[in-house]
């Protein structure tokens, strides 16, 4: 295997496509061991995080029954781990049995070897070049949670994930097509929390579902329009690179303002339509490293 991160990233990426159908189902690769961020890494995320966030960080998030507990991510950034200790043991001194997830965005603030080390991910992307129609995102999710504190969810329009898991433990994913979940659930919202009010438990609904069983070194992909749930065994880590395009509602948004400042000004539109045309046909190309042209693009119903 290659050392260079950007031809490494390349060929997973075109792995990737493969089990995927271009990114447009969910895919895995088993112990491609390729991930840009390592297990060991994570201790120097975390000092990192101890001396630059503070618990209204937006880039810090502790989870614990489907909220955000701003008293744990007080006690994370009091308590580093050690040197010597093993990640899993100081999740499990300083949280006890609770089932926290942890998650660390925009890991670049914290570890900027990663904005290196994922170079190749996507075509259009390097150091010094940005993609103004699609974002990545790297990202850590950490914990022993049970299920994803979120419940059931969508990413988010536009979102898809390449997720890496580091281990120790396993996990399980689980997805749904929107309709089959609406059918079983009588619930159309984009989010479906197990809890008394809702009639549906995890547990009764995961067998309807498709399961994916997620070890250590596994490459994985979710892409958008699907909900799912994570489950976890027991501690564990996953390295993600969340990919977000840009939308239909953001290139309409973006138009109409351009268009309305036109007509504010009482400029004619030469050629406006057409250069318009030109960017969202760009986007749709630009997105075909991750979400091809052919991607079924839907109006969203709600944005978060
Ligand atoms: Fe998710």
Request: include cysteine.
């Amino acid at each position: 295997m290659t050392n260079d991160p950007e031809i490494r990233n390349k060929e997973l990426i075109d792995q990737l496509a493969s089990v995927t159908a271009d990114f447009c189902k969910p895919g895995i690769l088993k112990e491609k061991a390729a991930s840009p961020l390592l297990y060991s890494d994570i201790k120097t995320i975390l000092h990192a995080v101890a001396d630059k966030a503070s618990v209204i960080s937006p880039t810090l998030r502790l989870m614990k029954n489907h909220g955000v507990q701003l008293d744990l991510a007080q006690i994370l950034i009091q308590n580093p781990p050690s040197h010597t200790e093993r990640l899993e043991d100081w999740y499990y001194k300083i949280f006890k049995d609770d089932n926290i997830c942890i998650i660390i965005g925009q890991l670049a603030g914290y570890f900027s070897d990663i904005v290196s080390r994922i170079k190749g991910i996507h075509p259009t992307l390097s150091n010094t070049v940005q993609d103004p129609f699609l974002t990545l995102q790297p990202s850590l999710l950490m914990g022993d949670y049970d299920f994803t504190p979120f419940g059931i969810h969508e990413d988010g329009y536009g979102v898809s994930v390449i997720h890496f898991h580091l281990g120790p433990c396993s996990k399980y994913m689980t997805f749904w097509s929107r309709d089959l979940l609406s059918e079983l659930t009588g619930s159309s919202e984009r989010f479906y929390a197990s809890n008394p009010r809702h009639q549906r438990s995890y547990s009764s609904l995961i067998p309807l579902g498709e399961t994916w069983c997620i070890e250590p070194g596994d490459v994985f992909y979710i892409p958008e329009d699907m909900p799912h749930i994570g489950h976890a065994t027991g501690f564990s880590a996953s390295f993600m690179i969340i990919l977000e395009r840009l939308t239909k509602s953001d290139w309409y948004g973006k138009a109409l303002a351009q268009l309305l400042e036109h007509l504010e000004n009482q400029q004619p539109l030469p050629n406006w339509l057409t250069d318009a045309s030109k960017q969202f046909q760009q986007s749709v190309q630009n997105n075909s490293g991750i979400v091809p042209s052919h991607h079924p693009a839907k109006p969203p119903k709600t944005r978060e």
